[in-house]
């Protein structure tokens, strides 16, 4: 009679619940993984397959003259023109990233890939120079992550017109998102885009949809970025029988500021995705080990005060900004003291070090290695007191700082991923 009696009450409380929230919202449904029950989010990226970073791929920039470097994708397809252009991708698509790097990446204990991919792969602008064929890969990629159970983000990286002005959007040094054409191709995309991935075919595998990466807050209308996130999260729930959660990104402003938006248990189903990088300014590439550290600890402190689920949906163990074209074609290091945009006044910047064969992790002093592996560890504890994370990236060419899977294989990520030769560097074991 007191089960009867208890089971009654349960059923008449979640009844009023469902009937006392907003009747524009759903309700908490059925997830593929276990966001906010305990399991952690461990992945990576696959940057620079889908698009183009010099960076990362820095064999298709080298081909140019050096005084006429295309400085992303968009002008590299210009200069290449359409038929080589997509003759070049093609090969690179079919070969940049494998069923191999699927196993690698699951038997690393990894459970989570994130994929970017720009807009133009799904619709381009009247004159863009864009190639397209990226979509049959894409499907590809998907049908290995079920392979070797791995759950997918898919993640707009780049938007018409640029959303940050960085090469990784496509588009350096252009800030046109916001025009009102480039939203309303924006939203095509991302309604046809969620449609084909929250079908039944995928979303098994398909776990989250991010509908922009790394909107630069600063110089965008905020009111405009939360309608666009708000029209995604409208087009994500209009499949009731969808399970795929919305991650958007913090835009730069802090993580905090978010937790009006999209409250809880008004809204369900959404991610804030932050990215954690200590090398994009001259004083964090002062920063010594101890105090990329205790920076490190400190995000993961904050995002413990996170209305919603937050993950780091990049990082990485670069302790310098050293990585060739790291900071754009032509601009140096500060690490170094050649970053151009430094040097305001004419004055040169003083160098916190040398560069030289930052690449070749053979080189690295024994000093180096343990810094290196000091900072990855802390960064697992850190971000792990949110939901997880996702390092950028899975492989380069040669940012050695910046590739997973020779990070990997020098024992600086280390297997397995709880291991620690520096543990509880956050005070935050339980």
Known sequence: MVRTQFFVFALLTTLSVILSAPT???????????????QKVRGVNIGGWLVLEPYINLSFFRQFDSENIPVDEY??????GSDKASQQLQAHWANWISEDDFAQ?????????RIPIGYWAFQKLDGDPYVQGQIPYLKRALEW???YDLKVWID???APGSQNGFDNSGLRDSYQWQNDENIAVTEQVISSHIASYTSSQWNDVVVAIQPVNEPLGPILDRNKLQDYYQFSYNELHSNESSNIVLSIHDAF???ASWNDYFPYPEYTDVI?????????????NQRNIDAHVQYACTVGDSITQDTLWTVIGEWSAALTD???????VYRGSRYDGSYETDRTDGSQVTAVGSCENRWNISTWSDQDKTNSRKYVEAQFDAYEQGLGWIFWCWKTENAVEWDFQRLLAAEIIFQPLTARQFPNQCNNET
């Open 272 to 284: 804030l995705d932050h990215h954690a990088y200590q090398v994009f300014s001259l004083a964090e």
């Open 322 to 328: 050293c990585a060739e074209w790291l900071n754009g």
């Open 75 to 80: 002008h590299f397809a210009e200069v290449l």
């Open 253 to 255: 402003y802090d993580t």
């Open 105 to 113: 990446i699951a038997a690393a204990g990894l459970n989570h890939v």
């Open 156 to 158: 707009l990286h780049g």
């Open 145 to 147: 992550a079920r392979q």
């Open 24 to 38: 524009n919202h759903p309700t908490k449904r059925w997830l593929n993984f276990g966001y906010g029950l305990g």
